[in-house]
């Protein structure tokens, strides 16, 4: 396959290829084999002409009136999203939050794989829950090293997030997705994602109040 | 305070106002009374020329060169976006991912208020867990009327996802929020909102690999 540059990919469009790749694995899944970018405008909320444009960053992939191969599609932006390569993932935090994303372990992508878990109580640390073994966080990054961790997912509440965060940072992880919306402080190499529910709600009851005709996009 | 016209806010900007409030509410917190679009596009990693053009919408705000005063940001974007009203909610599933977000309860908004918690699990039906009576999915318009539920939040896989959400339209709820992230039907009139963590993980493991530099925006 053509080694795609990601680099001249424009951030505005790399932010989209997730959304595209999950509704056309949907769309795979269903059996549709082609799709019209007006089509795919229905399903992601993404204006037609900007799904046009961001495709045309990637190269020949479909035909104008004819529509994109969804099989063919799938193929290349797993290929940009690197998908098709294994990422283990350490959960920092083993409370309900911890143990409801243990047990959903993202088994839509089978190569996002939840490797191990960590916790600062003594209550459970040393103990098999749910299936995992809970590691003490003060032996963070010796096994994080030992079993190649590529994320940290934390679900630390904020009064103890940058603490928690500090660690993973310490120990060489790159990439972390936090469920505490108080901002923490990190280096500039860090790739930092926050999950705000409180956010989400507004914003659903907003547009609830205010746009009731437009369906909200798919996610963002 | 002026009657600001949500209607007339495009919907891009209407999209980043509980981003913004969220992170003015952070500064508020922090004892910062002015900022300048050049700070908050620092926090918000929304360009600053956005954030004046959007705030340009909601009238005079502040100031070029002086700045914007966060108290007044909060009250006005605040009113815009309803959140002095109180909305309460229901949970849909009662695992453990029901039970983190019954126990986080939203407390950084004390006007979204978990109300109660329906399951379909005849094991926990009827008794109280973490603090919630757990009530039979059957009763649930009835419920949920009672007690003028707002917003649901489904936590039911996927699997289940489309028949507990026929549910929950039937009872005249108009809001959804879904953590299952396969597309399930419902009217037009209906706002859902669906949180993809497999989405999310592979959009940070993606600008990870390839925008190290930039970091990603706090919310979208």
Chains 1, 2 share one sequence.
Do not use: W
Request: aromatic residues 10%.
């Amino acid at each position: 396959m053509k080694d795609y540059n990601k680099k001249k990919i424009p951030r505005a469009t790399a932010k989209r290829l997730p959304l595209y790749l999950r509704n056309l694995t949907i769309l795979d899944t269903k059996g549709v084999a082609r799709i019209k970018s007006k089509e795919l405008s229905d399903i992601t909320q993404v204006p037609s002409a900007t799904i046009r444009r961001d495709f045309s960053y990637l190269g020949e992939l479909g035909r104008s009136g004819y529509g994109y191969d969804v099989a063919f599609l799938i193929e290349v932006f797993s290929h940009i999203l690197d998908s098709n390569e294994e990422s283990r993932i350490a959960i920092v935090g083993f409370g309900n939050l911890g143990k409801a994303l243990a047990n959903n372990n993202f088994r839509r992508n089978e190569n996002l794989i939840i490797s191990c878990v960590f916790d600062t109580n003594p209550e459970i640390i040393g103990k098999t829950i749910a299936g995992f073994y809970v590691y003490s966080m003060a032996d963070f990054k010796q096994i994080a090293q030992e079993k190649n961790i590529r994320i940290a997912i934390s679900t630390v509440p904020s009064e103890h997030a940058q603490e928690a965060i500090d660690i993973v940072v310490n120990s060489g992880i790159t990439a972390i997705l936090n469920f505490a919306p108080d901002r923490v402080e990190v280096p500039d190499n860090i790739s930092m994602r926050y999950i705000d529910l409180t956010t989400e709600l507004l914003t659903l009851l907003f547009f609830d109040h205010n746009y009731k005709k437009t369906p909200l996009a798919v996610t963002s």
